[in-house]
T-cell receptor, first 111, second 111 residues
Framework: EAQVTQNPRYLITVTGKKLTVTCSQNMNHEYMSWYRQDPGLGLRQIYYSMNVEVTDKGDVPEGYKVSRKEKRNFPLILESPSPNQTSLYFC??????????FGDGTRLSIL | GESVGLHLPTLSVQEGDNSIINCAYSNSASDYFIWYKQESGKGPQFIIDIRSNMDKRQGQRVTVLLNKTVKHLSLQIAATQPGDSAVYFCAENIPGNQFYFGTGTSLTVIP
């Protein structure tokens, strides 16, 4: 089954404790992206990647890092999480200039 | 940043009626537009897309209209069904593969 898999689905953690949200896709898509979704603000793009070893900042990259060492994986790293990064996060993938397939989301709470 | 807005945050329609969800975008360089549906607890799901060289595209029960003159996009759902109840997002793609999403319209279908 074609899918984008995010882990964990839920996480409660504390300020300053590094965390990684993994994202994996099995569709051989070149393009991958991370979004955060907040009430009243819709989805905002954090980082995206056109292919392996190519990453670019989206609209709200501050406080986040990504890497794209393999085509299928695109982890989102929060080196020092803060409460304003409490949000619902989505990973997505697609061929270039095509509709994105989204994962089911990761709900992060940072206390 | 980009502004992709929706005219109404909520919309209620009777089952069987047609629904129209509107979206305004601000970047005249945007060349690709996508509508997504998001059900509670899930990631956005692709509905229909349209490229900037078109002004209308039809799918199964859905039609997207693009008016580049006024930077306006609409989604029409024919014979709306209870299963159509969800939040609908429009997204614009700026060349270079950065995506901007609207804040969403919540559609409620009244049986």
């Amino acid at each position: 089954e074609a899918q984008v898999t995010q882990n964990p689905r839920y996480l409660i953690t504390v300020t300053g404790k590094k965390l990684t949200v993994t994202c994996s896709q099995n569709m051989n898509h070149e393009y991958m992206s991370w979004y955060r979704q907040d009430p009243g603000l819709g989805l905002r793009q954090i980082y995206y990647s056109m292919n392996v070893e190519v990453t670019d900042k989206g609209d709200v990259p501050e406080g986040y890092k990504v890497s794209r060492k393999e085509k299928r994986n695109f982890p989102l790293i929060l080196e020092s999480p803060s409460p304003n990064q409490t949000s619902l996060y989505f990973c997505a993938s697609s061929p270039p200039n095509q509709p994105q397939h989204f994962g089911d989301g990761t709900r992060l709470s940072i206390l | 940043g980009e502004s992709v807005g929706l005219h109404l945050p909520t919309l209620s329609v009777q089952e069987g009626d047609n629904s129209i969800i509107n979206c305004a975008y601000s970047n005249s360089a945007s060349d690709y537009f996508i509508w997504y549906k998001q059900e509670s607890g899930k990631g956005p799901q692709f509905i229909i897309d349209i490229r900037s060289n078109m002004d209308k595209r039809q799918g199964q029960r859905v039609t997207v209209l693009l008016n580049k003159t006024v930077k306006h996009l609409s989604l029409q759902i024919a014979a709306t069904q209870p299963g159509d109840s969800a939040v609908y997002f429009c997204a614009e793609n700026i060349p270079g593969n950065q995506f901007y999403f609207g804040t969403g319209t919540s559609l409620t279908v009244i049986p």
